[in-house]
């Protein structure tokens, strides 16, 4: 079955704390993942793939196929990035399911 | 950057009535737009993938005679509820697959459509 898991609803962590949203996947082929983020009042946009092995915004995020898990990492949280957080699986032909989300909350 | 309009961003209808939001790519084509539904305090679910030219492919559940979709053109798709029913109310959100030669696939998401359905 092709599922994703977001375990955590809601993260809350004060402001220069590291963060770290879980994700776990489940699927049969070669998986390409996503993070996507909803920040207050806009749009789904992408934050990053796990093909591009890059960093936006800090934040960071590596597969690991022998633990089925594609967590989000940034070393030191900002109140800006308080958002909506989901990962998100490509299942053939950019099909892609997605995450339940985590909302993380950074306060000051 | 590549960006997608949804109109109208809201809704509200009576019950028994058809509804049509539209999906548009501003800036750039789209041979394929996606159709998810969000209920509240839930995850995206996708309904259906809309291509140019040719017929919509729906998800497992979906029911396609409920759901119309038509992707008439490279910059618009439209997803038409028919006959909607309270239990249809949710917000719908489009998005937009660009493809450029020697650019990575990506995926925008239109800002949603809340229908409420009375």
């Known amino acids: 079955a092709q599922r994703v898991t977001q375990p955590e609803k809601l993260l809350s962590v004060f402001k220069g704390a590291p963060v770290e949203l879980k994700c776990n996947y489940s699927?049969?082929?070669?998986?390409?993942l996503f993070w996507y983020v909803q920040y207050s009042r806009q749009r789904l946009q992408l934050l990053l793939r796990?093909?591009s092995r890059e960093s936006i915004k800090g934040f960071t995020a590596d597969l690991n196929k022998g633990e089925t898990s594609f967590h989000l990492k940034k070393p030191f949280a900002q109140e800006e990035d308080s958002a909506m957080y989901y990962c998100a699986l490509n299942t053939g032909f950019q099909k892609l399911v997605f995450g339940t989300g985590t909302r993380l909350l950074v306060s000051p | 950057g590549a960006v997608v309009s949804q109109h109208p961003s809201r809704v509200i209808c009576k019950s028994g009535t058809s509804v049509k939001i539209e999906c548009r790519s501003l800036d750039f084509q789209a041979t394929t737009m996606f159709w998810y539904r969000q209920f509240p305090k839930q995850s995206l679910m996708l309904m259906a993938t809309s291509n140019e030219g040719s017929k919509a492919t729906y998800e497992q559940g979906v029911e396609k005679d409920k759901f119309l979709i038509n992707h008439a053109s490279l910059t618009l798709s439209t997803l038409t509820v028919t006959s909607a029913h309270p239990e249809d109310s949710s917000f719908y959100i489009c998005?937009?697959?660009?493809?450029?030669?020697?650019?990575?696939?990506?995926?925008?998401f239109g800002p949603g459509t809340r229908l409420t359905v009375l």
């Open positions: 796990h093909i």
């Open positions: 699927y049969s082929g070669s998986p390409e």
């Open positions: 998005s937009a697959r660009a493809v450029r030669t020697g650019v990575t696939d990506t995926q925008y």
